[in-house]
């Protein structure tokens, strides 16, 4: 089984100023690995995804993350955010070995970014 | 539309009742998902469809729960005999096919029971 780990509940930022957001996970197989954001009365949005090949992604809205295997972790930063980044994060991951992406959630980083 | 679209947006239900929740995937979507969001949680998988076929139902809190997408597009959640715990926003997903293809979201349903 898997299970994912966003040890921050919240992260207060200012406007422009760069931020982290963290998650961890634990899986027997192997992973792939995913950050979405989620708008207030809305859906899930996929900021980007690592498969294979180069640890450090780039997704939208000038988001990167790294992911780091032998610390089985997988954290987002973006280097200068906007009033507009406020929104939940969710990292995720789904087994290789499934055929189909059954993603496993964490449970969300509040981002709020004020002027 | 584009996206994929669920129905209702909020559906409120006194404590047995039966609910249906509709979810329209992208035209073409193979792969279809139900996940349910628990208040200040994130989303939890409930169950997988290829096509018309349900593949994987592990999720599925009980059998009260039950899912359908009988010609392969529209599919339905219905939940039976409600009660308190169901309450939560329910995330329906579709994607290209069954591999590394992005999942795309609707905006949920919200259900409240009383």
């Known amino acids: 089984a898997q299970s994912v780990t966003q040890l921050d509940s919240q992260v207060p930022v200012f406007e422009e100023a760069p931020v982290e957001l963290r998650c961890n996970y634990s899986s027997s197989v192997s992973v792939y690995l995913f950050w979405y954001v989620q708008y207030p009365n809305q859906g899930l949005q996929l900021l980007l995804k690592?498969?294979?090949?180069?640890?450090l992604v780039k997704g939208i809205n000038g988001f990167e993350a790294e992911f780091n295997k032998s610390q089985t972790s997988f954290h987002l930063r973006k280097p200068s955010v906007h009033i507009s980044d406020t929104a939940e994060y969710f990292c995720a991951v789904t087994p290789m070995n499934t055929g189909f992406q059954k993603l496993v959630f964490g449970t969300g980083t509040r981002l709020l970014v004020s002027p | 539309g584009a996206g994929v679209s669920q129905s209702p947006r909020y559906k409120v239900a006194k404590r047995g009742q039966d609910v249906a929740l509709r979810c329209d995937p992208i035209s073409g979507h193979v792969s279809l998902f139900w996940y349910q969001q628990a208040l200040g949680q994130g989303p939890e998988f409930l169950t997988y469809?290829?096509?018309?076929?349900?593949?994987?139902k592990s999720g599925l809190p009980s059998d009260r729960f039950f899912a359908e997408r009988p010609e392969g597009s529209v599919s339905t959640l219905k939940i039976q005999r409600t009660q308190q715990e169901d309450s939560a926003v329910y995330l329906c997903a579709s994607s290209l096919d069954s591999g590394h293809q992005p999942q795309h979201f609707g905006d949920g349903t919200r259900l409240s029971i009383l």
């Open positions: 690592y498969l294979s090949g180069s640890t």
């Open positions: 469809f290829q096509n018309e076929a349900q593949l994987d």
